[in-house]
């Protein structure tokens, strides 16, 4: 499965992007997608996850802030930020995990000024 994300972009700091992850496939017998990033010089790392259940969880850093969701009949998975930061910037990446392999979309850049 290919996974396309959009919706990355500048925001000041306070405001709020709503990124799109769109697999080339049904996702609805997907169980598990996720939303990671990486910053410059820094590991990946994990942000929002979500269960073809609608079971989510959430990185403490953004717990409050981000809301994942899925739209099965879209093959889509969103990833709502609000009060972002100007540490939120990371280029965003999609997952899904199928059969014990990971699938990676190509990242959208997500840049928060002050």
């Known amino acids: 499965v290919q996974l396309q994300a959009s919706g990355g972009g500048l925001v000041q700091a306070g405001g709020s992007l709503n990124l799109s992850c769109t697999a080339s496939a049904s996702i609805f017998s997907i169980y598990y997608m996720a939303w990671y990033r990486q910053a410059p010089g820094k590991q990946r790392e994990l942000v929002a996850t979500i269960t073809s259940g609608g079971t989510t969880d959430y990185a403490a850093s953004v717990k409050g802030r981000f809301t994942i969701s899925r739209d099965n009949a879209k093959n889509t998975v969103y990833l709502q930020m609000n009060s972002l930061k100007p540490e939120d910037t990371s280029v965003y990446y999609c997952?899904?995990?199928?059969?014990?392999?990971?699938?990676w979309g190509q990242g959208t850049l997500v840049t928060v000024s002050s």
């Open positions: 997952n899904a995990k199928i059969s014990f392999t990971d699938f």
